[in-house]
């Protein structure tokens, strides 16, 4: 019996020895250690350098952090001007607009009445319910403040991404959840000028919108803002600097009537004419290659950030557009994205989304671009949160009623850091 006892004793010492050590190990532990805000078996990718990161915020700042001392003294990195992002102006809010626009967006109904019937309807409600599935670093920001706008072209330098796209409705005219922005367009385009950056012209579908009405806001656009030092020009391979416009929903317009406006003999072209430019059409299907190369425009693009979504989106398919654009003297300008969700304003198109995998989704998509070796490469987007394909910097937000997504476990400019990265580490064979 004594010896049990003493058996016990001793193994209660050694436990109580074991208990002491591991609590005193605890104690000594750093955040680097294995508790830090990475998930389990994570580790920072390698494009993130030392000395980088900022701390993570887990709310959402109402007012832009606009650049210090500090990132002044910064090396300037190189700005890449075969790298077009498209950009939005379409948001606002109460302190700059009066009220909320955009940030409030409606449920978009399904087409089919019973499977509408079966998910939410009505709008979101700003500023802790916004029509997207991330929350911006700025909050629900205003398109007219300066100080975000000041703010969105130091992110876009960050990229080292040199031309902005924008989206654009003519003078009076908006998408049906804002409000006419062309008054904006002088204010971005100085913006964008104290930043090296170069703006192009993204023409949206508009009620009524023909080869006639298009062929005025060329004009309007030319005429207005062409003698602007941010104003974008493209110089092809004969030589000639000439504007470049992205057309969105090209296929909406019949060939035919395209090729008013775009071939030499067109009834009112534009060719030869101080309105020239180069003319870049959205492809979707894989018939569009056709229509568009009747219709006389200089290239396509594909636009959307879903991969498989459409002929066009699908990486796979680009070699074989790339080919045909060869063939045919066009230009082929690839769309990539970080990533692809809707469901905030269509929440039954789940079948869209297209997970970011912290960040791999993207830079597949970027090296599928640079494998068909394209003269430009277009990124969707910069801010278009409602369809999740932002590369703005985004915040970790949970509020009552919502979980929003974020780039953890990396930093806020996760994605303006890997498209510099990217690029600059392209090889010497691409033109990109």
Avoid at 14 to 41: E, V, Y
Avoid at 43 to 70: D, I, K, M
Avoid at 98 to 106: F, I, P, S
Wanted: proline share 8%; charged share 20%.
């Amino acid at each position: 019996m004594a010896r049990l006892r003493r058996r016990a004793c001793i193994a209660l010492f050694l436990f109580t020895l074991f208990i002491f050590g591991t609590m005193m190990g605890l104690r000594t532990l750093k955040p680097s250690d294995g508790f830090s805000d990475l998930a389990p078996g994570l580790e920072l990718a390698p494009f993130v350098e030392r000395g980088e990161r900022r701390a993570v915020s887990h709310e959402a700042v109402s007012r832009p952090q606009v650049a210090t001392s500090s990132d002044a003294k910064a090396p300037t990195p190189p700005m890449y001007y075969d790298l077009h992002i498209f950009y939005y102006m379409w948001q606002g809010n109460p302190p700059s607009d009066g009220k909320y626009l955009h940030w409030d967006h409606v449920m978009v109904p399904h087409w089919d009445p019973k499977i509408s019937a079966s998910y939410p309807k009505g709008r979101h409600s700003p500023p802790e319910d916004i029509g997207s599935s991330f929350y911006p670093e700025l909050g629900p920001y205003s398109s007219r403040d300066p100080e975000v706008l000041e703010e969105h072209m130091n992110q876009l330098k960050a990229a080292a991404i040199g031309v902005l796209v924008l989206s654009w409705y003519p003078p009076g005219l908006a998408d049906d959840n804002g409000e006419p922005s062309d008054s904006l367009v002088p204010f971005i385009l100085d913006a964008a000028h104290r930043y090296a950056i170069k703006v192009a012209f993204h023409i949206q579908p508009y009620k009524g919108r023909d080869d006639h009405t298009v062929h005025e806001n060329i004009k309007y656009i030319i005429d207005r803002y062409g003698s602007h030092a941010a104003f974008y020009k493209y110089k092809t391979s004969t030589g000639r600097s000439l504007p470049l416009f992205y057309i969105y929903d090209s296929y909406l317009t019949p060939p035919e009537s395209w090729a008013n406006l775009f071939t030499p003999s067109g009834s009112h072209s534009l060719r030869n004419t101080p309105y020239d430019a180069v003319f870049i059409a959205l492809l979707v299907e894989e018939g569009h290659k056709h229509d568009i190369l009747s219709a006389g425009y200089d290239g396509m693009y594909t636009y959307f950030a879903s991969n498989g979504f459409s002929f066009g989106s699908s990486h796979q398919n680009w070699k074989t557009l790339k080919a045909f654009c060869d063939s045919n003297n066009l230009m082929f300008i690839p769309s990539v994205g970080p990533g692809y969700i809707d469901t905030s304003i269509r929440p039954w198109n789940n079948h869209n989304t297209r997970n970011r995998v912290n960040g791999k989704y993207y830079e597949t998509a970027l090296q599928a671009a640079l494998m068909v070796r394209p003269e430009i490469v277009s990124i969707t987007s910069f801010n278009e949160w409602h369809e999740g394909t932002q590369i703005e910097r985004a915040v970790p937000k949970k509020t009552l009623t919502r979980l929003y997504l974020d780039y953890l476990p990396h930093q806020p400019n996760m994605y303006l850091e890997l498209t510099r990265r990217i690029k600059r580490r392209a090889t010497s064979g691409n033109k990109l």
